[in-house]
């Protein structure tokens, strides 16, 4: 799935579709009669790009009413959440990071009375790296041969979006791709990408960024990749349980490259 977004089109970033189990009782097996169900949505990210991580939460019950319980991630206990249930916490330098490609990392739902909830993990996805980009150290024009780039594979992704965005000039159309894993891990750039609406071609230097992810997608608020928003309803989920449903995802975001374009 292709589209072409304008830059002021901010993404909201990833999470899945894992699906949820257990319940709200004096076990997380059930036993009180505690009929109260759960939403829980939870995003890892480790940005490679910024040298940031990002662990996104929304948790509320079941009618999006709010929730005086918690979310622990690998120790860290998150109790605060907004109106709608949300919470983000960026942990960036010189703290350091919560999470590493490769790490297996374990969450932890608990209701107000403390009772586990919910027990999962989810695994980041590995290190790579963006590679063979064209054209390298020179500029872009039309009518040249269309831009393309490769990257590695990342250990444990499920599959990879990628985004094209122009660094300055917020008119240019930019570029997310819902990346379909068996065309290779390679993609070509048609020149619409560095074109505003009006068909004018805009020179800037775009950045390109590969985001991989484990074991599903969604956007996240305020993560600036140009990403589509995309409605919760329409989530993949293949697995639901009598008390909770939602998901959880991690994400590795790449280091960039860049495109110069010139008239």
Known sequence: MRQFLRRGLWAAIALTAVGLSAGCSSSPNGGDGDETKYILWVTLERNLDLDIDVLAIQYLTADNGPTDGQVIVEGQVVSSFDSEGKATIIRQ?????????????????????????????????????????????????????NPRFEWEMSLRAVSYVLSVQARNRHEALGYAEYHETQTGLTATLTPEVFYDAYDNLIDDYYDIHVIAYNPNFIPRNNSPYGLPEFPREQIPAPIVSEKVEGGISALLVSEHVTIEVAQ
């Open 93 to 145: 330098p010189p703290q350091t990071p919560s999470w590493d490609p490769g790490d297996l990392i374990h969450i932890l739902a608990l209701d107000s009375t403390g009772t586990v909830v919910h027990a999962d993990s989810v695994v980041m996805p590995g290190l790579f790296h963006i590679v063979n980009v064209y054209p390298f150290n020179e500029p872009w024009r039309a009518g040249q041969q």
